[in-house]
Structures are given as structure tokens and as C-alpha cells.
């Protein structure tokens, strides 16, 4: 079972810069790689294709993550909260068999981590979820069998009441990574 990764890097990161001059995600990490850049790497090294979401006019992150091999979507109603972004990305892959679906500011999450989340959506789990320290984080995995469920999702909380209703997998990790985000300058 092939899934298909979705890289959603369509928000403001209005806590990172306020004013918004700064894209937080192609601030340098310590490796030299972009925020977003190291983000779709990883998912890339798991699974074939990565559909990555970007929001108007951001062209800098569409072209670099086009040129890491990402397929590149924009989302014209990206504002209007995380749900658009992801409903885009499933709708443009409606026929995949399931979906890893990972933030663009969490560039420290391990391939190893998202391997066993799409193994466990392989072996027949619906939904997937690493969980560090009893904090459950990101990337989630997800069947086709959610697929109505995430065509209907809206606002900025993403996929987070599917995930309050459906029974979870969740894989106990020793990977921070799938809580830690870019959200301040700090966080790099």
C-alpha cells in the first residue's frame, strides 16, 4: 500500500513574525537546509510522492519544494484555516489508498517515525499517530477509509476532531521531533 504524503506549508506563521517579512519556513536550520525544506525531505525519503500546500504568491517555498521533488498545489483559500490546505490536497489525491499528512514547520521529525506510521495504516489501522512523552504530535497517517471525513473538514483545526472521534493507533516514539515545531525565532 502506497501512501501519499501531504506537506501542508500554506500558513502565515504570524507567532514567528508578526509583521510578516520573515517566512519561518525558509529560515536556516543548524544543517543549512530551510525549515520546509528539511520537512519534505524526510516525508520524501518514506513515501513516493509528497503533495506539498502552499498559499498565493508564496513562490519561494513552491519553488523549493518543487525542486526537492515535492508535487506542488496552491491553495487559494489557504487563510481561512489549516482544513483548506489539507481538503486540497486529499481532494487532488482522492484515489490514493491513504494519506501521511506532516506540517512544513516540523522539520525534526524522523523517517523512521513516519515509516512506522504508514506501516501501521498498511497492517490495516484507520488512523495513525506517534505519541512522545504521552503528548500525541505530528505527522498523523491516515486510510481512505477517512476520506469523506476529510473532503468535509473546515476551519483551523485541521483533522484534530476526527482524530477527538475515530479510534487512534498511536505509536509510543522516542522521536521529539513529532512535537516540536517552528513557531518563534527561539524554536530554531
Not at 53 to 80: F, I, M, N, S, T
Not at 134 to 151: D, E, I, K, Q, T
Amino acid at each position: 500500500m502506497a501512501l501519499v504524503g501531504i506537506l501542508l506549508a500554506a500558513g502565515r506563521g504570524k507567532r514567528f513574525d508578526p509583521s510578516g517579512v520573515q517566512n519561518k519556513l525558509l529560515q536556516p536550520l543548524s544543517t543549512g537546509d530551510a525549515v520546509v525544506a528539511a520537512s519534505a525531505k524526510n516525508m520524501l525519503a518514506v513515501v513516493p510522492r509528497v503533495v506539498a500546500v502552499v498559499r498565493p504568491g508564496d513562490d519561494q517555498v513552491a519553488a523549493l519544494l518543487g525542486k526537492l521533488g515535492c508535487e506542488v498545489r496552491v491553495c487559494a483559500d489557504a487563510d481561512l484555516g489549516i482544513a483548506s490546505s489539507l481538503t486540497a490536497a486529499v481532494e487532488y489525491t482522492k484515489g490514493a489508498e491513504g494519506w501521511l499528512v506532516g506540517l512544513g514547520d516540523m522539520p525534526h521529525v524522523r523517517p523512521e517515525t513516519m515509516q512506522a506510521l504508514v506501516a501501521t495504516i498498511t497492517r490495516g489501522a484507520r488512523i495513525a499517530a506517534p505519541v512522545f512523552e504521552g503528548r500525541r504530535g505530528n505527522p498523523v497517517a491516515f486510510s481512505s477509509y477517512h476520506l469523506p471525513l476529510l473532503l468535509a473538514l473546515e476551519g483551523d483545526q485541521g483533522a484534530r476532531d476526527i482524530l477527538k472521534s475515530h479510534a487512534v493507533s498511536e505509536l509510543i516514539v522516542d522521536d521529539v521531533g513529532v512535537v516540536r515545531d517552528i513557531d518563534t525565532p527561539g524554536d530554531l
